[in-house]
């Protein structure tokens, strides 16, 4: 992954609205996945969910949890840096 031009280590930094990168079927996607959370959209459970979107959903599940993973730790770094 170092040898990317683009990114660094497979990460990048985004400056504007990360919606200026994500096209239609993209944010449809995340749009059902966010919908996905209270209720799946066919009924039966994941058994009866396309392949492609139970892999969305994993991912997106997975994504979030690194966010907030991130952000706790943020957190708990700035109350560190405030005890000393």
């Known amino acids: 992954m170092g040898d990317c031009r683009f990114c660094d280590d497979g990460r990048f930094e985004i400056t504007v609205c990360g919606w200026d ?3 239609g079927e993209i ?3 995340i749009r ?3 919908l996905a959370e209270h209720h799946l959209p066919v009924a039966g ?3 009866d969910q396309a392949a492609w979107f139970v892999d969305l959903l994993a991912t997106y ?3 979030v949890a690194r966010i907030e993973a ?3 730790e943020k957190i708990r770094r700035q109350s ?3 005890r000393r």
Request: charge should be negative; aromatic fraction near 10%.
């Open 21 to 23: 990168y994500v096209g």
């Open 27 to 29: 944010l449809e996607s």
């Open 32 to 34: 059902y996945a966010e």
């Open 45 to 47: 459970g994941m058994l």
């Open 61 to 63: 599940r997975g994504e």
């Open 70 to 72: 991130e952000e706790l």
């Open 80 to 82: 560190r840096s405030r």
